[in-house]
């Protein structure tokens, strides 16, 4: 194991070092490459290689906190942050960002998803309604989503 955490922090030093000659750590780049990370990690997940899975969304995390840190409006950074933190099971944490994403933007249709969903994962239902409600309207793929998982549980 450790000559795993080894190797990888000797990739992730290696990959710092390259783009930082190239301007890739813009906050749009962070937050780009950060979207590429969790869009493969949910491919990952969807083929059940988890661990994998678990990985990329713990890169793309890191990769937002940066983001974060260059651009504190920005919901979309927020959006994320919540979604990686839940994946990886910090249930807490991720409701903090994404409260703070509804703040910027309530209407915001990834984190009113993305909340309801964590409601209906630690058993708030009702909260979780209320998130669909907020979605209500919406024609979107989000309230559908959303609405099913509901349904189920």
Known sequence: MNKIIFIFSLILLTSNCLAAGSGDDSKASL???AKKLVLKAKKLEKKDKIEKSLKLYSKAYDKLIKAYEKD?????ILNY????????????????????G??????????????????VQTGRIELAKE???VLN????????EL????EKN
């Not at 504190?72 to 979309?76: A, I, L, R, Y």
């Not at 509804?102 to 409601?119: P, R, S, T, V, W």
Request: charged fraction near 40%; hydrophobic fraction near 25%; glycine fraction near 8%.
């Open 147 to 150: 609405k099913e998982l509901i």
């Open 31 to 33: 937050y780009k490459e």
């Open 131 to 133: 998130r669909l409600d």
């Open 137 to 144: 309207g919406c024609k979107c793929e989000e309230y559908e």
């Open 81 to 100: 942050l919540g979604y990686t933190l839940r994946k990886t099971g910090d249930f807490k944490k991720a409701e903090v960002y994404y409260l703070k």
């Open 102 to 119: 509804l703040e910027l933007d309530a209407k915001h249709l990834g984190i009113n998803e993305y909340l309801g969903e964590l409601y």
């Open 72 to 76: 504190k409006k920005n919901p979309d």
